[in-house]
């Protein structure tokens, strides 16, 4: 089981602050969020994701391989400070 | 009749000299306004004739330039800020700082493009400026009143902007508030204080006319469209206001935690935008002209005001390890009916607690201690024990107690809550800054280094060309009335829609040399003759309807290179060295993060690439060659 944990436009959209996923790799997780809000994977794709605080675009991306007890951040870019 | 034949513009610039009690015309020719267009630019222009050595910022010789901007009262969206500037207290060098609200659009509509303040009033005074000028009134009974009390209690109708208890007493960070809006750095102030004004009420009744109403018109129609349908103007400042970026921050190594001793804090959803959406939010408001409408609306004490933003949630929240939402709530609001500057203020008590920590200075502060910090933000008011010295800011804390490598601040002036070592280019722009550690006037590069988009945030190939591009385009911005946030939209929302995906990954690889080719085009003069899309920079088209001045985007950039190169000559002559382009040595020397070999600010470097790519010398001078080409006069 992964935590899944929503900000910024992700948060907006879906509403939720975090859910519990069954997920092996993060392409998984975008599959499942599709699933349980009932949008296109596509959509998932505007958002960037860290898996215990790495960002994937260091791991293998979508393919980096989740575990028991990872915690998935879903970040939306933004500005304004 | 008006003085000059640009739309927009009243022509009309007044001094007003508070030690004669007099009023004169200030001259100011089209010639140059098309050269310095308004806002910071304008005024910088004008304290660049007047100041030509260093001056005690607190005597009568200081002067406050209050300008306005093309754009205000022209209907163009996030188009009513003006600017205030001045020599700083808290730097000693050139200070601009901006603010919302309805004030600036008063002014202008009393038939004033600036206000010069000179001089010290013999007794507590504050102004009235109306179509029929200027009066000199007894601020006696206002003295010693809170910002919002200040303002309920002038009898005068019109827009107000006044100060509180920090700027009569001096305080080095002190702000000036207008409504619940503040131009917050700098301690502007404070030099309100030192010449006994209390503040200013503007009332007016006619706008200049635009050179092509029509054209404007569409262009601004066009222009709010696009701002409401950004993800970032349109969705996540509205919902989330600023404060949305924390959790980014955190992500990214970027959330100055515990001193800036980390770019993480362990409690950052306490004290995030969602969770200030969720469980503190009563609504969201915005300035006029404003459709973003990012300003937060909280509870404090029963009362709805006005919300903090992401630099004060980080300096008051992480940075020293308190994750107590509803308390910077609390301490935002005493600090804006005090007249301080957040920034400053937070970075200040954050060096202090560490200077406790290590024995340096026993204050009673400490990282995660809460109970103390409101009675600390009053002393600073107030300058009461602590907070006497506490109002001076950490660099004179860091002569008097030590600590300099880790007092955050630059130029004397505090940071802003993006730590650096996580964002190198905007580290750069920090040391370089004209008005000290500000995150904007340094070119804000952690936007194209993590939070909008993915530039390598260690490599400084090309980092100081994007500084300077970015540096430019914001002055421009600025100065032509506009807020900031409009400039959001430079970065279209097809990058944004796919931040991992291909398209996005090599436009984040390329986008390090577009400042060099910016750069390069630059030489050639007509290259740059166009406008961006108006999905990208609508700025351009929008000075261009409302003033027929012939603005384009090459010309655009010109006028913010003119800007950032005159604020460094006023600092030049003020006694800026090169070595004053500095950061602490934690930002330099330590590394952010122990794997991370590149986590740390090689700013040697950078300097000296962004020295020569802005073609200043050796010494950090704008050279005379510079100069010609900027059409500035030595």
Known sequence: MVTVKLFGAARINFKDKQVELEASTVKEVLEKLAAK????????????YFVNDVNIDKLKMYKTPLSDGDVVMVISLGSGG | MSKTKLGAYTGKIIKIDLTNKTVDEYPFSDEERELYIGGKIMAAKIIYDNIKSKIDPFSPENMIVITTGPLNTMGSPCSSRFNVSTISPLTGFYTSSNCGGNFGMAIKRAGYDAVIIVGKAEQKTYLKITDDGVEFKDATELWGLTTTEAQQKIPDKGDKFVIGPAG?????????????????????????????????????????????????????????????????????????????????????????????????????????????RDDYLVRNTGCTTCPIRCQRVVKVEGKEVKGPEVETIGLFGSNILNNDMQSILDWNYYMDELGMDTISCGNTISFAMELNEKGMWDNGLSFGKIDNIKETIE????????????????????????????????????????????????GLGYAISNRGGCHLNGGYLVVLEGLMMSVDPYTTFGKAALCIMFQDLMEACSAGGNCLFTTYAFLPSFLLAKPQGAVTTVVNKVFTKVGLVLKFLFRIPTALA?????????????????????????????????????????????????????????????????????SKVPLEKLIKKYYRTRFWDKEGRPTKALLKRLKIKE
């Not at chain 2, 860091?398 to 996580?422: D, I, S």
């Not at chain 2, 012939?550 to 060295?577: A, Q």
């Open chain 1, 37 to 48: 809000y009932g949008a296109p994977v596509k959509d998932f794709k505007q958002f960037v």
């Open chain 2, 168 to 276: 009569e007493n001096l305080v080095r960070y002190a702000c000036v508030v207008s409504g619940e809006r503040a131009a917050g750095r700098g301690g502007v102030g404070a030099v309100f204080g030192s010449k006994n004004v209390k503040g200013l009420v503007a009332e007016g009744h006619k706008a200049p006319e635009p050179y092509d109403k029509e054209g404007l018109r569409k262009v601004n129609e066009k222009w709010t469209r696009v701002l409401k349908k950004h993800p970032t103007t349109g969705v996540q400042l509205p919902e989330l206001g600023t404060a949305a970026l924390v959790a980014s921050m955190h992500a990214r190594n970027l959330l100055a935690t515990n001193n800036y001793r980390s770019g993480k804090y362990e409690h950052f959803e306490d004290i995030s935008g969602e969770t200030l």
């Open chain 2, 379 to 426: 002393d600073i008011a107030y300058r009461r024990g602590i907070g006497d010295e506490l109002a001076e800011g950490s660099k004179r804390l860091a002569l008097k107690y030590g600590g300099m490598e880790f007092a955050m601040q630059a130029k004397g002036m505090e940071l802003a809550a993006y730590e650096p070592r996580g964002a190198v280019g905007h």
């Open chain 2, 530 to 598: 166009f406008h961006l899309p108006g999905y990208m920079l609508p700025h351009t088209m929008a000075i261009r309807k409302a003033t027929g001045i012939h603005m384009n985007f090459g010309r655009f950039l010109r006028l913010g290179e003119r800007g950032y190169n005159l604020e460094r000559l006023i600092d030049v002559n003020l006694g800026l060295k090169p070595e004053d382009d500095d950061l602490p040595g934690r930002l330099k020397d330590e590394l952010q993060i122990p794997t991370e070999p590149k």
